[in-house]
């Protein structure tokens, strides 16, 4: 049994089992590794349309693309030094809050973000800026004001998984 789209299945849309029905294909057809199939079905929820499926198109792997953060998030790689990146002792998981520096005055920029990944701290030196990054799971407007403290320079990623919220960019003492 193999994934047929039961209706139009546009791209960028996320994937739902509920979206294919099943139907019989014999089973020394060489493609079938290449179709989703009736076990593989579940692992595929929440995945994101790649290109448009037709109604009644079979469904195949390469239709699908897992999502780029969780939620329907954007991801977003956010260069900064490891010294200004809790010493790089961030971990995919981790909540984060950006701090940017303007004229002396440090203003949070996000807070209570996902950490997706970090880049490989291994064999930088001491003091080293080159390569160091963090990606995070970002909103639209989010990425906006990143983008924008990190054409500014003076960024801080303050790790704060299980710290309290931050109201007004303040943190009361």
């Not at 996320?14 to 593989?40: K, Q």
């Not at 997706?116 to 990054?133: D, K, L, N, Q, R």
């Not at 407007?141 to 998984?161: N, P, Y």
């Amino acid at each position: 049994m193999v994934a047929v789209a039961d209706r139009h299945l546009v791209a960028g849309s996320v994937f739902s089992p509920d979206a294919v029905r099943l139907v019989p294909v014999d089973s020394g057809f060489e493609g079938i590794s290449t179709l989703i199939t009736a076990d593989d079905l579940s692992g595929f929820e929440g995945w994101v349309v790649q290109r448009s499926i037709p109604s009644n198109g079979l469904v195949d792997v390469s239709a699908l693309v897992e999502p780029g953060s969780p939620s329907g998030l954007r991801s977003m790689s956010v260069p900064v030094a490891i010294e200004h990146a809790a010493g790089g002792s961030l971990r995919a998981g981790d909540r984060v809050d950006v701090i940017s520096v303007v004229d002396g005055t440090a203003s949070y920029v996000a807070a209570d973000l996902e950490v997706i990944a970090v880049s490989e701290a291994a064999g930088a030196a001491i003091g080293s800026t080159s390569g160091y990054h963090v990606v995070l799971a970002v909103s639209a407007q989010d990425a906006l004001r990143l983008a924008e403290a990190i054409d500014g320079g003076s960024l801080e990623v303050v790790r704060s998984t299980g710290a309290p919220d931050i109201e007004g960019g303040r943190v009361d003492p």
